[in-house]
């Protein structure tokens, strides 16, 4: 067996309330448009005949708290809040009760997102990579086991800049919900164990800039926090 020429960097691993152990990352598939009144603020109807996904590097994963540099590349960097899903199970071509029952945990997550280069490249009929999957830019907190906490229709979730709220809705908006999400999506992949789901945002995206802090969160999950440091 052939030694590696280099070492890549191990990617983060995200703490579990209650647990000694943490949980690794291994995809990030995200869920567009999502909440009907987001879909709408960026110029787009809903589309109801079945969710679409990009994905993130775990890579470009980081933990709540962190101060990290503004991108570079962009003149209009956006905040997203979300739900985030993580799997404890191996599932494939799941029904409701498989999906929901392959959810390891929830926690809050920051997508965030260059939106000039997404917008850019979305025009063109391009991939929307340079907009999406950026340095630092899936952001988790801490995850809370599904058996302490459930996805109800009425849990709050929230953002503010600079202690300015900016986004403010509830989970009851969003279109597709975690079971379907899931057994949609395993339809195309063989899901399992350190892939995450970021679900979608809610309305009220918007630029930050370097100083910015961010913060947000769901009913009775644990918080997130970003700071942006002017660019490297």
Known sequence: ????????????????????????????????????????????EVDREAPFYFT?????????????????????FHHEMELAVALGKQVFRATSTEALDAVYAYGC???????????RERNKQRPWDLGKDVENSAVFAPLTRSTAWSPDDDKRIHLSVNGEIRQDATLAELIWKIDEIISHLSGFYHLRPGDLILTGTPAGVGPVVA???????????DSIRLTLSAAD
């Open 109 to 119: 997550a920051l997508d965030m997102t260059r939106r000039d280069l997404q917008i």
């Open 211 to 221: 100083g910015d802090v961010i913060e947000g969160g769901i009913d009775g999950l």
């Open 1 to 44: 067996m052939q030694d590696n020429l280099f070492f890549l960097p191990e990617p983060i691993t995200i703490p579990v309330d209650g647990e000694a152990g943490a949980y690794p990352v291994g995809r990030i598939f995200c869920v567009g448009r999502n909440y009907a009144a987001h879909a709408a603020e960026m110029g787009h």
């Open 56 to 76: 993130k590097s775990a890579a470009n994963a980081v933990l709540t708290g962190k101060t990290v540099p503004f991108p570079p590349g962009t003149e209009n």
